[in-house]
């Protein structure tokens, strides 16, 4: 049991994506940026994943924890039920931390194409309502919704460039 709340504790530690934390693998990659505006943003539950580690330790766990009940096949039984039993509650007390809260956003964007994008909203990240303006930064299938409130709504050409048609 004690492997499981171990487990636990580190998976409680794992941090998601937000609007101002990226992961490794977004460093050097460009993103595509459209423009919009919230029309809805609903609470959502999202399902996160395991990896199986919550279940291997609450096998683990189960089947030392029974390893000195009974003796002979009464023993191997008892090892057999804890391991079982184990690796369930293990299973689902993983699944139960990679469960967790986010954010369904419907945007209509400038070109008037109208997007669902759902996406963790950790603690500290704003969220959006309908009506607020917002950037929708898409890389490669991951998208997510960041303020635009702070970016003006009219740019120059940048100087140096001539776009020849």
Same mark, same amino acid.
């Given at each position: 049991? /004690?492997?499981? *709340?171990?487990?636990?504790?580190?998976?409680?530690?794992? #941090?998601? @994506?937000? @609007?101002?934390?990226? #992961?490794?693998?977004? $460093?050097?990659? %460009?993103?595509? /940026?459209?423009?919009? !505006?919230?029309?809805?943003?609903?609470?959502?539950?999202? +399902?996160?994943?395991? #990896?199986?580690?919550?279940?291997?330790?609450?096998?683990?766990?189960?089947?030392?924890?029974?390893?000195?009940?009974?003796?002979? %096949?009464? &023993?191997?039984?008892? $090892? *057999?039920?804890?391991? $079982?039993?184990?690796? *369930?509650?293990?299973?689902?007390?993983?699944? =139960?931390? %990679? &469960? +967790?809260?986010?954010?369904?956003?419907?945007?209509? *964007?400038?070109?008037?194409? !109208?997007? !669902?994008? /759902?996406?963790? @909203?950790?603690?500290?990240? +704003?969220?959006?309502?309908?009506? &607020?303006?917002?950037? /929708?930064?898409? =890389?490669? %299938?991951?998208?997510?919704?960041?303020?635009?409130?702070?970016?003006?709504?009219?740019? &120059?050409?940048?100087?140096?460039?001539?776009?020849?048609?």
């Amino acid at each position: 049991m /004690v492997a499981v *709340l171990a487990l636990a504790g580190m998976l409680a530690g794992c #941090s998601t @994506q937000g @609007q101002s934390r990226y #992961s490794e693998r977004d $460093i050097g990659r %460009s993103s595509v /940026v459209e423009f919009g !505006t919230v029309i809805q943003a609903r609470q959502v539950d999202i +399902r996160g994943e395991t #990896s199986g580690l919550g279940g291997m330790a609450g096998a683990a766990a189960g089947g030392i924890a029974l390893s000195g009940v009974g003796q002979g %096949s009464g &023993n191997a039984a008892a $090892i *057999l039920g804890g391991v $079982i039993a184990g690796a *369930l509650l293990g299973s689902m007390a993983e699944q =139960s931390m %990679s &469960n +967790r809260v986010g954010i369904e956003y419907i945007v209509t *964007l400038a070109n008037g194409t !109208t997007v !669902t994008i /759902v996406q963790d @909203q950790p603690p500290e990240d +704003r969220v959006f309502q309908a009506g &607020n303006r917002v950037m /929708v930064q898409t =890389s490669g %299938s991951y998208r997510r919704v960041l303020p635009a409130d702070h970016l003006p709504t009219q740019v &120059n050409r940048p100087a140096g460039i001539t776009v020849v048609d």
